[in-house]
Structure formats: C-alpha cells, structure tokens
C-alpha cells in the first residue's frame, strides 16, 4: 500500500463514518455553490498538506443538524470546524495506525459567496463528495510528499502481533 492509497482509505472511512447522508430529495431550491470551508494544515517530517471539507447551503444545514449545533448564523461554520476536526482525527488516527504521525493545525473556516476547493499542481488531491446539487458536502486532502514514509503495507498492530520476540501475558 503506498501513501496515497492509504490517505484515500482513511478519507473515505472517516466520511462514511462522520458526514450525514443527504435526504432521499435533494433540495434543488437551494444554491449548489458552496458556501463555506473548513481547513486543517498537517506535517509530518515526509509528509504534509492540507484537509478541506467545504459544504453548499443545504449541506451546512446537513452538518449543523448532525452535530446538534444552534441555527443562529455564527453556530453553522462553528459545526463545520467542529466536523472538520472529528474528520482530520479520524484520518490521523489511520495513519498513526501505519505509523504516519502528522501534527495538526486549528481548523480555518471561510465563507464566501462561492468556493471552490482543489489541490495544487504538486501535490495528490484525493477527493469525496456526499450529495448533490443543494446538499453538497465535499471533503479533500492535498497531499505532498517527495518519498513514501516508510512502512505503510501493515498496521502497527499487525507488526506487533506477529513480531517473533512479541511478550504475550
């Protein structure tokens, strides 16, 4: 398993795990455009990059309802840093899992009129979207990295149990 490999495995596990799934009706009334971002900077001494989970009108609703927040205007994009956070825990506790330890920032919320998020040219932008139209929620990781961290095909668990010289109790 290479890096990218993993960093898709644990955006999507966490999304499947976190994001509300969106209504059986998409609300085609609302904007699709997105609305507001959350952003989370992360560093490792091989890796670095960015994670972003942007939303549109009705699915920063998605996220508020999900995460009980209050429906005054400042509790939504509070609920997407909140979401951004569980999120980037959940991915950094995969890689920490194959021993990839990033370090993490604060999370960043803008809004804006319309966004869009995207990676660079440099890096490995891996992307998951839930909904559609007016009940977008997008999440992506930018990735950089000049070499494979070291390590990566077996969970540290896994190395542990088969270690010869293990001490079991």
Same mark, same amino acid.
């Given at each position: 398993?290479?890096?990218?490999?993993?960093?898709?495995?644990?955006?999507?596990?966490?999304?499947? +795990?976190?994001? !509300?799934?969106?209504?059986?009706?998409?609300?085609? /009334?609302? !904007?699709? *455009?997105?609305?507001?971002?959350?952003?989370?900077?992360?560093?490792?001494?091989?890796?670095?990059?960015?994670?972003?989970?942007?939303a549109s009108l009705g699915g920063l609703e998605r996220v508020r309802? $999900?995460?009980?927040?209050?429906?005054?205007?400042?509790?939504?994009?509070?609920?997407?840093?909140?979401?951004?956070n569980l999120l980037m825990g959940h991915i950094q506790a995969e890689?920490?899992? $194959?021993?990839?330890?990033? *370090?993490?920032?604060?999370?960043? /919320?803008?809004?804006?009129?319309?966004?869009?998020?995207?990676?660079?040219?440099?890096?490995?932008?891996?992307?998951?979207?839930?909904?559609? +139209? +007016?009940?977008? /929620? /997008?999440?992506?990781?930018?990735?950089?990295? *000049?070499? *494979?961290?070291?390590?990566?095909?077996?969970?540290?668990?896994?190395?542990?149990?088969?270690? !010869?010289?293990?001490?079991?109790?």
């Amino acid at each position: 398993m290479n890096f990218e490999q993993l960093a898709r495995f644990a955006l999507t596990n966490a999304a499947d +795990g976190l994001i !509300p799934p969106p209504p059986a009706e998409p609300a085609h /009334v609302r !904007p699709d *455009e997105l609305r507001a971002a959350a952003v989370v900077g992360f560093t490792h001494e091989r890796v670095s990059g960015s994670f972003a989970i942007a939303a549109s009108l009705g699915g920063l609703e998605r996220v508020r309802a $999900h995460l009980g927040a209050g429906r005054d205007r400042e509790c939504i994009p509070d609920a997407l840093g909140a979401l951004a956070n569980l999120l980037m825990g959940h991915i950094q506790a995969e890689w920490r899992r $194959h021993g990839v330890a990033v *370090e993490c920032s604060t999370p960043v /919320v803008v809004r804006g009129v319309t966004l869009g998020i995207g990676g660079c040219k440099t890096g490995r932008w891996l992307e998951h979207a839930s909904g559609v +139209g +007016g009940d977008r /929620v /997008v999440l992506g990781i930018d990735v950089h990295y *000049e070499r *494979e961290p070291d390590s990566l095909a077996v969970p540290i668990e896994a190395r542990r149990e088969s270690d !010869p010289h293990r001490l079991t109790f």
